[in-house]
């Protein structure tokens, strides 16, 4: 073919795909797909893959999007993170010559439930010894609330080692530290509760609301106290032992988090998603393609071959069609040690997907065989090979192009339900699994709706993305269905 005939066939076919709107509208969505996809480590980061196979201790675990605060009568306060650029920090001396690094956080709480923790990141110092590390003193300077103590001491000259994290909500002795002043504010505590609020207190609870005289009145109907807190920290540090604020940073982790809110480990569900489309479209679009391929050649060549050939091919391709799929895939991950790796499942996919593309592409081919061009190239001598792949298989090509966009929804559902069965590989971010991890985590029982349904609906949507594209491209394609 000539290429002005080719480029004139190419606009024919645009001006004829561009009238079908839900075509367009399929087309749009894999543009911004496409995009989502490769653009994932500039929009997140490159260290995801490796990043997410651990706790992200900086984020809360299980919190909603920011974004139901708008439709919720309850207010949860917001994820806040300071670095040191937020930090005004002053550097003074005590009597001893140590240095005394200090800086204040005002924070202000108008919500009905407070943050779930404090948490301090990168502190580093050059200490080599934890007889030289800093020492770290924080308290809590709460709003006026009128005969009660406003500053509460959190941690007093507590050694901290370079890089440690300090997590209060959980810490111990801050847990000690908040009982003995909610005792020195009259709050009657019972031995025998005091030693449980030391294993099990949600410490934040307490520091953002309301003295009230009875503890179990805090415990059950906590009232919010509104107002600016300022958290007050002093590290100390010996002569000759220099602390690096550079890299510091203190999480308010919020009871809500970003635009998808997290799971169990404190991932964020937005950067699962984006980095799902990457693995989903991959697999999506490479298993479409080769089961077409392979579907497409087989059928043709059955069908040109014809007698005893034909038969013999006809009888693998329903062998194959015979096996049932997805128990043969879960044997085979079980065979596999439990996941089976992306590559082996799209080889997999492809092994079980082109026997019913192959049964339509011979039934095709059968009617193009009879075609007077195809005895004319075989009267002039031409190969099989060359009749095959020059003559028949071009004419199969708009149905190829259908099957392609139509297969690619399938392939995805596929990875999805090994995934979501455990068998999906571990090492990579996949829709399926963060299904899975949900399943495993309770989430669905617990309520958790966010680690479910983004999931499934960007799965639902790349399906329809393909599904809008093949039916358009069909009826452009396929004479009969455009006379419809």
């Known amino acids: 073919m000539r290429w002005v005939d080719l480029k004139d066939s190419m606009k024919s076919f645009w001006n004829d795909f561009r ?47 920011a974004w139901i605060n708008y439709f919720s009568s309850t207010k949860k306060a917001p994820h806040v993170i300071y670095t040191y650029h937020d930090l005004h920090i002053t550097e003074s001396k005590d009597q001893f010559g140590n240095t005394v690094y200090s800086f204040e956080i005002p924070y202000k709480y108008q919500y009905d439930e ?27 300077k709460r709003p006026v609330q009128n005969g009660y103590s406003r500053v509460v001491p959190l941690l007093i000259d507590e050694p901290v080692s370079s890089n440690a994290t300090i997590q209060l909500s959980t810490n111990t002795q801050v847990r000690k530290n908040v009982i003995n002043w909610l005792k020195q504010n009259k709050v009657n505590i019972e031995p025998t509760l005091e030693f449980q609020l030391l294993a099990t207190m949600d410490t934040m609870r307490y520091l953002f609301s309301q003295i009230q005289p009875n503890i179990q009145d805090m415990m059950n109907k906590p009232k ?19 602390v690096n604020f550079n890299n510091i940073e203190i999480v308010f982790k919020g009871r809500t988090y970003g635009i998808m809110g997290t799971d169990d480990r404190g991932r964020d569900i937005w950067i699962g998603l984006i980095w799902g489309s990457r693995v989903s479209l991959a697999i999506g679009i490479a298993v479409a393609l080769l089961s077409v391929l392979i579907g497409i050649f087989y059928g043709v060549t059955s ?30 991950g079980v065979y596999f040690g439990g996941h089976i790796m992306l590559w082996q499942l799209v080889l997999l996919l492809v092994a079980f997907g082109w026997v019913g593309i192959s049964k339509v592409a011979r039934s095709m081919a059968l009617q193009i065989k009879e075609q007077t061009y195809i005895e004319a ?49 571990p090492s990579q971010i996949t829709w399926g699994q963060m299904l899975n991890e949900a399943q495993r985590a309770g989430a669905a029982v617990n309520g958790y709706w966010w680690e479910v349904i983004p999931p499934g609906l960007a799965i639902t949507l790349v399906g329809l993305t393909f599904v809008l594209i093949g039916v358009a491209l069909d009826k452009v394609l396929n004479p009969r269905l455009r006379r419809i």
């Open 303 to 332: 069908a040109y071959l014809g007698g005893w050939k034909d038969e013999f091919l006809q009888r693998i391709n329903e062998f194959v069609a015979s096996i049932p799929t997805l128990p043969i895939l879960i044997l085979l």
């Open 19 to 65: 009238r079908e709107k839900s075509g367009m509208f399929g087309l749009l969505l894999l543009i911004l797909l496409l995009f989502t996809a490769l653009s994932a480590p500039f929009i997140t980061s490159p260290d995801i893959p490796h990043k997410w196979k651990t706790y992200w201790l900086e984020n809360p675990q299980n919190a909603p999007p």
């Open 114 to 140: 407070p943050v779930d923790d404090i948490v301090i990141f990168k502190l580093l110092s050059n200490a080599s010894s934890p007889m030289d590390a800093p020492h770290i003193s924080i308290a809590l």
């Open 224 to 242: 919010p106290l509104h107002g600016t807190y300022i958290l007050m920290v002093n590290v100390t540090s010996k002569p000759g032992i220099s």
């Open 377 to 425: 190239a075989r009267a002039l001598g031409a190969g099989t090979g060359r009749i095959v792949f020059k003559h028949m298989v071009p004419q199969l090509l708009p149905y190829a192009f259908a099957q392609i966009a139509l297969g690619v929804p399938g392939a995805i559902l596929s990875e999805a339900s090994l995934s979501f069965l455990g068998l999906g590989d």
